[in-house]
């Protein structure tokens, strides 16, 4: 049958012999008709091949079993993961997941934000970028739980779901050093990021002072980003002020690929001469050559947690506490043991 020849409620009343209230009753479990009746009505709708509308039962319902999910961006091998693990905690429970791209940018969040409201989400996960007080107001006003991973809320009672990225940071340069590593650099996106660019820098920092090497600032590079072309203005940058560098942090799994292409066009060797240490844990890592040594944020089992929290809230109606993921350390060969 084809999209104009579907049957409709009305199609299903008429068959049945009852009014197209009894037949919504019926659809939405409500009462005042006989077993009898619904059978009747039931085995019509088998017949007929009616497919009620899952939006249209929401508004009865209040329910639309399904949840909003807010991405800066979903071409990256992160969002890719994340939602992975949300799809999985989601299809489990018998919803479904609408994917919205912001770019990060606040006005279009907004009006995502509106789309989801008139969509009757039961739930929100925020990733990737920062929650603001603004966006947060909205939520409550659509009066649906919010959980925010890998990422942080200005709203403190926001629940999150995020690895230590200061204590991550850190112990990927006592890795480094641990292997006898003492011209460490790092290559990050901007110490203005508070998500990922400053917690990180400190991680570096805290690991590199308590191990009694001095700080010096402009053994830290950045550019505007953390994608692989900001890797290659950061490392350069690095290089020339610093070439006796034997190892490197970087901060993300790209930034730490880039590093490894850029110190192979300057005809340095990675890991004999140079070591890299990469932060994300994509499958991105994987594929480097050599394989990346990283540490890792576990994103889709983070994406899942982060879901399954979420639907705790739903059910009981409280807030969730949050978590806060345990990284863990991946050794393949872009590391040299010194």
Known sequence: MNRLNRPTIKDVAREAN??????SRIL?????????????????????????????????????????????????L?????LQGIEEAAHLRGFSVIVCKTDSDGHKTLDILRLLQEKQVEGIIFTSQLLTKEFAAFIE?????????????????????????????YDAVRYLLKHNHTEIGMISGPPTDLLAGAPRIRGYKRAITEAGLPWVETKVAWDSGFYFEHGQMAFNKLFDRHPQLTA???????????????????GIQVPDELS?????????ARMSLPALTVISQG???????????LFQSIESGNISPGATVQHTLIERKSVRKK
């Open 18 to 23: 009852v009014s197209i209230a009894t037949v």
């Open 28 to 76: 939405n479990n409500g009462d005042g008709y006989s077993q009898k009746t619904k059978q009747h009505v039931l085995q019509t709708i088998e017949k007929l091949g009616y497919s009620p509308n899952a939006m249209a039962r929401g508004l009865i319902n209040k329910e639309s079993n399904t949840i909003g999910v807010l991405f800066p961006d979903v071409s990256g």
């Open 78 to 82: 992160i969002s890719a993961e994340l």
């Open 141 to 169: 006003k659509m009066a649906v739980p919010v959980i925010t991973v890998s990422s942080y809320s200005e709203e403190k009672a926001i629940p999150s779901v995020r690895v230590d990225d200061e204590l991550a940071s």
């Open 248 to 266: 490197i942090f970087a901060a993300s799994d790209e930034l730490a690929v880039s590093a490894i292409s850029c110190a192979h066009e300057r």
């Open 276 to 284: 890299v240490i990469g932060y994300d844990g994509t499958k991105l």
């Open 299 to 309: 994103f889709e089992a983070m994406g899942k947690e982060a879901a399954d929290l």
